[in-house]
């Protein structure tokens, strides 16, 4: 009987082990991942649960007017679907744009050569075309596609990663934390264990403003509660204030990183750019004022927003030339503004 037992357990505890949740938890940064995940979602819950746990008004107030506590609850989930569709998609890794590259490339010969070869002529020879003439040498299309974001004369040896072996567009960067080179590299966000990168910058935005409407919306609520309730029961008045004070300052970072990155996306930077742009090389010589990659404020969005990626495949964005950042470092006048030139 016991052995018995034992082989069922063993047997239970293998076809565990063969998951891909056991598989996760197995390794270290990915049960991380799980705890961080794990931990934002009970704090949410902690903080918008105490409201209706405590305030009675609201639970009356609720049943007067569901569609309020609805709204609230719709902000709730909709944040924290946001989070995990933000840490969930791809930052954008240069390793995989250069396969969607060069796939890509690969299969536009393909179909060029069978479309070509072989043709019939109307006295029924047949030609046939040499695929030579549509090689482009040794070089695939994602070298090509990356040496021409730089200056005429640039080594591919200067922008090549050391730690991947693998060609950097502009604006890309190592991360030593996913140990792989992102597009538009922004930073490494701990609080989402992933990159913030081109291909999730735009979600990244948004989560920051949907958790930000959360957040003011939770701390009206705590007041609403003391100013109405802080006479009754001091112990909940006491964990109501407590946790304001929480709330409170997770709100003011939470607006300040809002601004900041809505101030990156105005003008087309990345905090990676902002904080180390004397160590980077083709922004070493650009003034503090002027934003080389920047293409006015309606285009800025346009881009961020709806064309990080064209027709399947990441945008690179080239450096400017000495006359685009000339013209960039001239002061915007009247003419301008009424030109929308700034815009």
């Known amino acids: 009987m016991g052995a018995t037992c034992c082989g069922y357990t063993r047997a239970i505890w293998t076809r565990l082990a063969d998951t891909r949740l056991f598989l996760a938890l197995s390794d270290p940064v990915r049960?991380?991942?799980?705890?961080?995940?794990?931990?934002?979602?009970?704090?949410?819950?902690?903080?918008?649960?105490?409201?209706?746990?405590?305030?009675?008004?609201?639970?009356?107030?609720?049943?007067?007017?569901?569609?309020?506590?609805?709204?609230?609850?719709?902000?709730?989930?909709?944040?924290?679907?946001?989070?995990?569709?933000?840490?969930?998609?791809?930052?954008?890794?240069?390793?995989?744009?250069?396969?969607?590259?060069n796939e890509k490339d690969a299969l536009a010969r393909r179909a060029l050569l069978t479309a070509k070869q072989p043709a019939s002529t109307k006295n029924g020879n047949v030609i046939t075309i040499d695929a030579s003439i549509y090689s482009s040498g040794n070089a695939t299309a994602w070298t090509k596609m990356v040496m021409d974001s730089y200056p005429p004369g640039t080594t591919t040896r200067s922008f090549t990663c050391t730690y991947c072996n693998i060609l950097q567009p502009p604006r890309a960067r190592h991360c030593h934390d996913c140990d792989k080179c992102v597009l538009q590299f922004d930073h490494h966000c701990a609080w989402l264990g992933a990159c913030v990168g081109q291909g999730n910058h735009c979600l990244f935005w948004w989560y920051l403003c949907e958790e930000s409407i959360l957040c003011i919306w939770t701390t009206f609520l705590y007041i609403e509660f003391l100013v109405h309730n802080a006479s009754k029961a001091w112990w909940e008045a006491l964990i109501m204030a407590l946790l304001l004070v929480c709330l409170s300052l997770i709100l003011i970072f939470l607006l300040l990183l809002f601004i900041f990155h809505s101030y990156l996306v105005l003008t087309n930077q990345t905090t990676y750019e902002l904080v180390r742009r004397r160590r980077i090389g083709y922004l070493r010589s650009v003034p503090e004022r002027v934003y080389p990659f920047s293409k006015g404020i309606c285009l800025n969005l346009y881009l961020f927003c709806c064309a990080s990626k064209r027709n399947g495949i990441y945008r690179l964005e080239p450096l400017p030339t000495a006359a685009e950042l000339e013209e960039k470092s001239r002061p915007c006048t009247c003419i301008d503004l009424l030109t929308c030139r700034c815009c």
């Open 31 to 101: 049960r991380s991942e799980i705890l961080l995940k794990i931990s934002l979602v009970l704090l949410h819950l902690l903080f918008a649960g105490v409201v209706f746990i405590f305030d009675k008004g609201f639970i009356e107030k609720a049943k007067r007017e569901p569609w309020y506590p609805a709204s609230y609850a719709f902000v709730f989930v909709a944040t924290l679907v946001q989070y995990f569709l933000t840490s969930g998609t791809s930052p954008g890794y240069v390793l995989d744009a250069q396969d969607d590259v």
